[in-house]
């Protein structure tokens, strides 16, 4: 075991502080990674508040990870030392479910071991994220960057990439189709830069008529206003998907109105109660809503490979660790465009 620096929260009121954890030897399937850059994400903060009521203490963030392979073991051969990758929400899964079997390890029918906060099966404890100088993975969980992209605004790809790209390779966007991200935040900027990026038709859809600038920078080609009725009436029945990022419960009825007959919302954003959906818009056009989760290893990957081939990665504001605390407050108020990456070298260095 070797001991590091990291940063964690010992209970749901408290901010992160300086904190040692230790990491397992590696092992024969292991890849050993100094950690470059960790993006922050709203997961995180949820665990360190306990909102979804599974958060185990010390709490150590973390899963969009970038670093450098400095060991692998001797089972290892598809990394090598200097290597550049990244780690994402999972470190492992039972890999004999019928789910992990069809790359979908995120819906592992055991558990898959998310990076931080799940159950370890190496020391019996739980996870550490993240938030600290290194991380041991076995190699199936450890994905390879792209060496063109810039490695600390490819650190998002890893949760916010994949959670938004997933439901659009998923359900088939192709050039030509008309497709709405609703909510431009973490996520809702990465939707806009996939489906654009995929040939779709992209709209962004808001409530904030102040975002429409930003949006069509990003690439959507138009922006609605959800408030406006009229805007609304005259968009009824025309998108083909729609990738809805809201992160809180919200009223779906007027999106579903928005659906060509057959077409589908996907939900990637609110992990908690939503408010009542008339059945009649849904019966009226056959049209679905579902949910999406992250990608398993296969798709993850894949995802990577395509922000490498269009050049695609987040839109950042570098901290340091010494300042998660007051990123946080502001990510509550969605004070960031559209992610925080923490520099990992203020880490090591203090």
Same mark, same amino acid.
């Given at each position: 075991?070797? !001991? ?5 929260s ?7 502080? =300086?904190?040692?954890?230790?990491? @397992? ?6 890849v050993?990674?100094?950690i ?15 909102? %979804?009521?599974?958060?185990?203490? =010390? #709490? ?8 450098? /392979? ?9 990394? !090598? ?5 990244? #780690?994402?929400?999972? /470190? ?10 069809? *790359? ?15 159950? *370890? ?6 996870? &550490? ?5 290194s991380?041991v ?6 994905? @390879? #960057? ?19 790209? $997933? =439901?659009?390779?998923? %359900?088939?966007v ?14 809702? +900027?990465m939707?806009?830069?996939?489906? +654009?990026?995929?040939?779709? +038709?992209? /709209? ?5 008529p ?27 029945? $025309? ?21 060509? @007959? *057959? ?11 939503? *408010? =009542? ?18 990608g ?16 695609? #990665? ?13 990123? &946080?407050?502001?990510?509550q108020?969605?004070?960031? !465009?559209? @992610? ?11």
């Open positions: 075991m070797t !001991k590091i620096k990291a940063y964690a010992d209970s749901k009121e408290a901010d992160l502080k =300086p904190f040692e954890l230790e990491r @397992r030897d590696t092992l024969d399937d292991d050993k990674i100094d470059l850059y960790c993006g922050v994400c709203h997961s995180d903060l949820h665990q360190i508040h306990n909102d %979804w009521k599974n958060s185990v203490y =010390p #709490v150590v963030p973390g899963h969009e990870i970038i670093g450098k /392979v400095v060991e692998v073991g001797k089972g290892v051969s598809n990394f !090598k030392k200097g290597d550049l990758v990244g #780690v994402g929400c999972m /470190v492992d899964s039972c890999q004999t479910c019928s789910a992990c079997k069809d *790359d979908l390890e995120q819906f592992c029918e055991k558990g898959a071991t998310f990076t931080y906060n799940s159950k *370890d099966k190496h020391s019996g404890g739980h996870t &550490y994220g993240g938030y600290s100088e991380v993975v076995d190699h199936k969980f450890v994905l @390879r #960057v792209p060496e063109n992209l810039d490695a600390k605004a490819a650190a998002p790809l890893l949760c916010a990439g994949i959670t938004t790209y $997933s =439901p659009l390779a998923h %359900w088939g192709k050039k030509g189709d008309k497709v709405g991200v609703i909510g431009l935040g973490g996520l809702g +900027h939707g806009i830069k996939f489906a +654009h990026a995929m040939g779709a +038709h992209t /709209v962004m859809i808001t409530t904030s102040s975002k429409s600038e930003d949006a069509k920078k990003l690439g959507a080609d138009e922006v609605l206003i959800s408030k406006d009725e009229e805007q609304m009436k005259k968009h009824a029945g $025309s998108f083909d998907f729609l990738l809805n990022t809201i992160p809180v419960g919200h009223d779906m009825n007027p999106y579903t109105s928005l659906l060509k @007959r *057959d077409s589908t919302m996907v939900i990637v954003g609110a992990v908690e109660p939503l *408010d =009542p959906l008339h059945g009649g818009s849904l019966i009226m056009g056959r049209k679905s809503i579902a949910g999406s989760l992250i398993g290893m296969k798709e993850t990957q894949e995802m990577l490979d395509f922000c490498g081939d269009h050049n695609i #990665v987040s839109d950042i504001e570098m901290i340091d660790i010494q300042n998660i605390n007051e990123a &946080y407050k502001r990510l108020k969605s004070d960031v !465009k559209y @992610r925080f990456v923490i520099d990992m070298k203020s880490l090591k260095d203090s």
